[in-house]
């Protein structure tokens, strides 16, 4: 167990230190955060809307935070390349999400263009039923690439490495809310840059 806790640690510190530079970013994950752990009070009794609401406010402002604001030059204070960092990453890099949110985006026209899913489901009769389909479609994406993604750590490192990451993927939202609730306040007070880190940049 203590070697499990240490990995977690050590997963959950090379993301903030490697990917949460900007307070742009942070405050986009506080936003997430808190989607995402309305989502997880959802799943117990709507999970379509649940699947709504972790994806469009949830994974959006996430990853555009990471897309956007996250500066990918040299990082100073890790000593490190983004092209390293990228190859580095545990879970899925910019690369992954890519791929990731390309599925996101497709998966409401493929319901269009195929509504009963090659027979699969039931063709939505209303605005109400697609809407709900594609909420339950993304909530099955969402576990579908996390599960994809451990199996694959599994085969790339080890049992364990993979655990920990699902581990820290589920319970993120909450590590976050403590990690980035201050930083809507720096970006107001005018720091685009972790206080923490710019000080290792001058």
């Not at 580095?88 to 195929?114: D, F, Q, T």
């Not at 576990?143 to 694959?152: N, P, Q």
């Amino acid at each position: 167990m203590n070697a499990f806790t240490q990995a977690l640690h050590t997963q959950r510190w090379d993301d903030h230190r490697y990917y949460h530079h900007s307070t742009i970013n942070q405050s986009l994950h506080l936003l997430s955060a808190c989607s995402f752990v309305m989502a997880y009070l959802l799943l117990l009794v709507d999970p379509a809307a649940a699947g709504l609401l972790a994806w469009l406010v949830g994974m959006t402002s996430r990853q555009a935070g990471h897309f956007f604001f996250e500066p990918k030059g040299y990082d100073e204070v890790n000593q490190a390349t983004h092209e390293h960092k990228e190859e580095i990453k545990v879970g899925y890099n910019l690369r992954r999400k890519v791929v990731l949110m390309a599925l996101w985006a497709v998966s409401p026209a493929v319901l269009l263009l195929e509504p009963s899913l090659f027979g699969l489901i039931e063709p939505a009769d209303s605005a109400l039923m697609f809407v709900r389909q594609i909420g339950q479609g993304w909530l099955l994406l969402g576990l579908g690439g996390l599960v994809f993604r451990m199996v694959h750590l599994f085969f790339l490192y080890d049992a364990m490495t993979g655990v920990v990451w699902a581990t820290k993927i589920v319970t993120d939202p909450f590590h976050d809310i403590k990690l980035y609730h201050r930083a809507p306040l720096l970006l107001l007070q005018g720091h685009l840059l972790d206080p923490a880190s710019a000080r290792h940049r001058r």
